[in-house]
């Protein structure tokens, strides 16, 4: 079984900052890609930044220059290091990577999630 583990979430107020946390574990041979998406009330679940295990980086146009996205030196790890938070930023942010799991193959797999809320 192939599990992620989010944390870092919280209240903050407008122009403060906060970092997420995730980690990767159970019978994973290789991760290609991590990353964090975000649903906010009544939206649809959005990309909001990933990475590769090559370390390409990609943003949404409305977190580019605030949020940064990086893996731990074990590269089952990923952090979303997110500054100068406005209230839309408020949101449940779901962890997921893409991953080959031995004896499984290829999946997705998505992290139980973890609310920001953002304060005026």
């Known amino acids: 079984q192939v599990q992620l583990v989010e944390s870092g979430g919280g209240l903050v107020q407008a122009g403060g900052s906060l970092t997420l946390s995730c980690a990767a574990s159970g019978r994973i041979s290789s991760i290609n890609t991590m990353g964090w998406h975000r649903q906010a009330p009544g939206k649809q679940r959005e990309l909001v930044a990933a990475?590769?295990?090559?370390?390409?980086?990609n943003y949404a146009d409305s977190v580019k220059g605030r949020f940064t996205i990086s893996s731990g030196d074990a590269k089952n790890t990923v952090y979303l290091q997110m500054n100068t938070l406005v209230p839309e930023d408020t949101a449940v942010y779901y962890c997921?990577?893409?991953?080959?799991?031995?004896?499984?193959?290829?999946?997705?797999?998505w992290g139980q999630g973890t609310l920001v809320t953002v304060s005026s």
């Open positions: 997921n990577a893409e991953v080959f799991a031995i004896s499984r193959g290829y999946l997705e797999v």
């Open positions: 990475i590769t295990s090559g370390g390409m980086r």
